[in-house]
Structure formats: C-alpha cells, structure tokens
C-alpha cells in the first residue's frame, strides 16, 4: 500500500499536486500536513478548504511558531533576502515533514513547489533534500521533468511523462490544471501572497526589529499594522485607523505600553512601545509628543494648529492631556521616524536617537 504524504499550504499548487497524486492510481492514499507560524495563519481559511474538498481526508497541522528565527533567516549584520529566508523555510519544514512521515509510515512527500518560486532554481530546489539525507523522497510534480527523478517514479508509481515542467511564471499552465482537476480557481484565502516575508518590504520591519537584542511574537505581531513607526534605537509607535484594527491592537497592549488616542476628534488609538526605565524624563516626555503628533497627523485634527491628545500608561490608571501641533504632512513624519505607511512601503531613513 504506497502512501504519500502531502504538505498543504491551501495554495492553488498544492491543492493541484494533492488531487494529482490522488488521482494517480499508483498511490493508495493521501496524507496532509498543513504548517502553522506566525508569518502566515489562514489556518481556518484551510481548513474550510480541506472539508469542502477533501472530505474525510487525514489532515493535521504543527505549529512553527517557535522557529520565527529560523523561518526568517536574518543573520546578525545582514539584510533581509527573500530567497534566503526560503530556502531556510522550506529547508525546516521538509526537516519536519520527513519524521511525520516516518512516524504515520508514509512513502514519499508531495509539495506544490514550482522551480523559480522565490528565487529557488533546480539547483537550490535539490540541495534542500541532499542537505537533509532525504534526495528521492521529495516529489514535486508540478516541476518534476526539471529535476532528477525520484522514488516515486523509478518505483514505477507515477510515468515522469505525466509530471510537470513548470516554472516560475507558468501560472496559465497552473490554472488549466486546476480546472482539470475540478478545482476553483477563486482564491479566497489568497494563497498567492499566504507568506507575510513575500510582502514588498515587510523584510525591512523584520531586519529593523531583529536587530534588537530582545522582542517577542507580541512585537513580531505588531508588524503587520498598516501604520508602523519605529524611531531608534527601540520605539515603536503603532496605529491603529478603524475599528478593525483596533480590536486587534487592543490585544497585543503590555502593562509597560503607552497609549495615545485623541477625546474630541475620530482618530486613530496609538500604542507606544521602548524600554520606558532607560529613558530621562526629557526623552519620555519627548517620545509621548512625537507619539501624540504622530497621532493627530493621522486624525480629523490634522488640519488644527493646536490639539489636545490624551495618554496613559497600560499598568497606571491615570489619564494625563497634552496638546501637540500635528505635522504638515504624513510624509514629514519621515523627517523623526523609520517610516512605514503600509506593509507593502517602508522608508528607511538616518533618524537621530531622542
């Protein structure tokens, strides 16, 4: 009985290289195996997807949310590189894959991987497996004609013919397949963009807050707010815009956070985040201001000479007020802070310490 272990990120290959690998009538069942981190957490979306289309299916899911590190690959001094942190990725996830594997008696693993995929070319694509003692037991069908052949085919369980020779590009070929197959095309979970590192710049928040000798998944989750600031060395200022947002920052809030929001125009609910007990009293007091017209900047306000914004510490129950001038513009934010106005637009700038 040939068992054959699918790694399902809910991404239209995968979805096409798990019904094709059912279909073939050289394997007697499917497996999935769906990895959780924090980079990307549409775990429900998937598993939708997973009782809609492949009913009674074994499907399980492990969690690499204590590998961020790992999956990231920024190394101490170095820039943020997509290709690196893919290869490391794929690299953590194969590791895991293959003793799953083992331990449910599987007999290969299936991945939907594309040659060219994130700057992953044949060569790189093959090291992976050689690195991990693991070479013949990785089938990647939509790309299996570039590669060398594996045990699925020299056991005769798939015709190399039948296998695939995509590229990076060939998402036309991809889409006809998934119609051959009966799969919608739609997609819901966007699977396209499923990795937070292959956001445009989202790299750059990763590499600036990795520099910092300590930070938590708490910090990590703060990246993904479309309004993030950071003025060196560690203070991150965090907007929130609608309601959405805010009852999503409302939870990653610590004792030690300040929080900025304004009582006489709609605005956004700001959090303020560094280590408040290295700071003078000057550079508090200098940070709660560039907080604060940060904030109003972003508000109904804007166009006021003078507003009053009120803050607070998470762990004191007092509310103080202090009245700030907004900036001209969102853009001269840039002049005081790292600015990143969305996931997709960082501006790295040499902005003094406070």
């Known amino acids: 009985m040939v068992k054959a272990l699918s790694l399902f990120s809910g991404s239209l290959a995968s979805q096409v290289v798990t019904r094709l690998v059912e279909h073939t009538p050289g394997v007697d069942e499917v497996l999935l195996l769906h990895f ?25 899911t492990q969690s690499l949310k204590k ?27 194969l590791s895991r894959a ?27 694509m093959e090291r992976i497996t ?8 990785v089938l990647r069908p939509l ?48 699977s396209h963009r499923r990795c937070k590192l292959t956001l445009a710049e989202f790299g750059e928040r990763l590499e600036d807050l990795f520099v910092e000798d300590e930070f938590t998944l708490n910090a990590l989750k703060l990246l993904d707010f479309t309004l ?25 809030f610590l004792p030690q956070d300040l929080r900025v929001y304004l009582s006489t125009h709609r605005g956004p609910m700001t959090l303020v985040r560094t280590n408040w007990q290295r700071k003078s009293p000057s550079q508090v007091r200098a940070i709660i201001k560039l907080a604060g017209r940060i904030t109003v900047t972003h508000s109904e306000a804007a166009h006021l000479a003078s507003v009053p914004i009120n803050y607070r510490f998470e762990n004191d129950d ?3 007020q202090l009245s700030v001038l907004p900036f001209n513009s969102v853009a001269e934010i840039a002049d005081h802070c790292l600015v990143s106005t969305s996931p997709h637009t960082v501006v790295s700038r040499k902005v003094p310490p406070p």
Not at 102 to 121: K, M, P, S, W
Not at 239 to 248: G, T
């Open 228 to 252: 993030y600031y950071k003025r060196p060395p560690d203070v991150k200022i965090v907007l929130a815009m609608d309601e959405k947002e805010k009852r999503a920052l409302q939870n990653y």
């Open 36 to 60: 959780r981190s924090p980079f990307f957490e549409e775990y429900e979306a998937v598993r939708e997807l997973v009782k809609s289309e492949w009913p009674g299916v074994s499907f399980r």
């Open 318 to 320: 007092e509310t103080s």
């Open 98 to 124: 293959i003793r799953y594997m083992e331990r449910i008696q599987a007999d290969f693993i299936v991945t939907g991987e594309i040659v060219g995929h994130n700057g992953l070319y044949e060569e790189e």
């Open 67 to 93: 590998d961020y590190r790992r999956l990231a690959n920024i190394p101490p001094g170095s820039c943020f590189t997509l290709k690196r942190s893919c290869l490391s990725c794929r690299t953590l996830m």
């Open 143 to 190: 790309s299996a004609r570039l590669l060398s052949p594996s045990r699925p085919e020299l056991e005769g369980w798939f015709k190399r013919e039948d296998l695939g020779d995509l590229r990076v590009g060939d998402d036309d070929r991809l889409i006809g397949l998934a119609e051959r197959f009966g799969l919608t095309t739609d997609d819901a979970i966007c």
């Open 130 to 137: 050689e690195d991990l003692g693991i070479s013949g037991l």
